[in-house]
């Protein structure tokens, strides 16, 4: 059955850095493009990344330049490496195979 297993969130202070990792089972990894997705408390989701079977990446403006999305296909894994986090950053992240598979999400809390 399909799983996405998220890992790497927790508490950091403003400035501070985590990577988030997403394993995937179930499904053909390389056949979908891979999303980051957070949602704050009382917010709608907010896409935060996406990166393609080859390598393309999308990043929110919100995160541009602070945030690097990345796979391993061998591995069937997903990160988001987060530095410069911020207040606002606040938020349990989702990896989703594109908008079909969703994780349980992780949490991340900037304080």
């Known amino acids: 059955h399909v799983q996405l297993v998220e890992s790497g969130g927790g508490l950091v202070q403003p400035g501070g850095s985590l990577r988030l990792s997403c394993a995937a089972s179930g499904f053909t990894f390389t056949s979908y493009w891979m999303n980051w997705v957070r949602q704050a408390p009382g917010n709608e989701c907010e896409l935060v990344s996406s990166?393609?079977?080859?390598?393309?990446?999308y990043y929110a403006d919100s995160v541009k330049g602070r945030f690097t999305i990345s796979r391993d296909n061998a591995k069937n894994t997903l990160y988001l490496q987060m530095n410069s986090l911020k207040p606002d950053g606040t938020a349990v992240y989702y990896c989703?195979?594109?908008?079909?598979?969703w994780g349980q999400g992780t949490q991340v809390t900037v304080s």
């Open positions: 990166i393609s079977s080859d390598g393309s990446t």
């Open positions: 989703a195979a594109w908008w079909t598979y």
